[in-house]
């Protein structure tokens, strides 16, 4: 899947454009409100075959949700700008923030970020965004959580599994992840750590083209059958996310919706390529 992670909010956003209020058992948290921010570029690396995590520095930044967004900015020497939405993979107060883009070869934005962006490079970022495409950890509810990933649409999910295991969540969570291959496995790393911490997590990876030789699945398209055997059912009754191309998310919420799961517990989030 060679698409940028640009989210594109649709239909998972509630219609009054607010959030509910939080039950008299839930924690208040606190509100980070968006601003642009400036932002140096602090480490760089691959994280697929065409894919690099970048790390900023934003001295400003007031911390973020596991799943929330921001807009990031590039500015040319003449002037011209272009900005992007990225989802973020990091979560809490940290003034580090990370992302991972992959590559559209025919974008604008997505080649120079993963292809000539430097250590030390400046940029502007805005946010934090968005408040529905959120998880957060609070030991006043255990309801389960499965997450659904296709390619780049990992990266907001791996912030609330990373969220989930530092807290030492006690919330079940299980998360499908479909890939071309092992080496288009974004944050191995994270997800590695987040199986060897005692919050509860269960990873299913399926791959499209070449599976690992310790994998449980032969290599194929993820399938209707496989969702359905590696998702919770529908009677745990488990609050879910879906991230990933738009032709990707549509499938599985289709799927979802015929194996029986409530469509009002699923949150969608779609990202196209530019």
């Avoid at 948290?29 to 140096?40: E, K, M, Q």
């Avoid at 994280?47 to 040319?76: F, I, K, M």
């Avoid at 965004?129 to 649409?153: C, D, N, Y």
């Amino acid at each position: 899947m060679s698409v940028e992670s640009v989210s594109v909010r649709s239909a998972e956003t509630p219609e009054t454009g607010q959030e509910a209020p939080p039950s008299p058992a839930t924690p208040a948290r606190v509100r980070r409100r968006p601003d642009w921010h400036a932002a140096t570029v602090a480490a760089v690396r691959a994280e697929s075959p065409t894919a690099r995590r970048l790390v900023l520095d934003v001295p400003t930044w007031p911390g973020n949700d596991p799943g929330q967004h921001l807009d990031l900015r590039l500015t040319a020497e003449d002037g011209y700008q272009a900005t992007r939405a990225y989802s973020v993979a990091s979560a809490g107060d940290d003034p580090r923030v990370t992302l991972a883009v992959d590559r559209v070869d025919d974008g604008e934005v997505s080649p120079f970020l993963v292809d000539a962006i430097e250590v030390g490079d400046a940029l502007e970022v805005h946010g934090p965004l968005g408040g529905w495409f959120v998880w957060r950890p609070s030991a006043e509810s255990t309801r389960p959580v499965q997450l659904i990933a296709g390619g780049s649409g990992i990266v907001p999910l791996v912030a609330m599994v990373t969220a989930h295991a530092e807290a030492d969540d006690p919330t079940p969570f299980r998360l499908l992840y479909a890939v071309r291959t092992p080496e288009d496995v974004f944050f191995r790393p994270e997800l590695d750590a987040a199986l060897a911490a005692t919050a509860p997590l269960d990873v299913t990876v399926v791959y499209s083209r070449t599976a690992p030789a310790d994998s449980t699945l032969p290599p194929g398209r993820l399938t209707k059958e496989t969702l359905a055997t590696a998702v919770l059912p529908p009677e745990d009754g488990a609050l879910v996310y879906v991230c990933g191309s738009t032709p990707f998310v549509e499938q599985v919420l289709r799927w979802l919706g015929e194996l029986g799961h409530d469509v009002a517990d699923v949150r969608a989030e779609r990202f196209g390529g530019s």
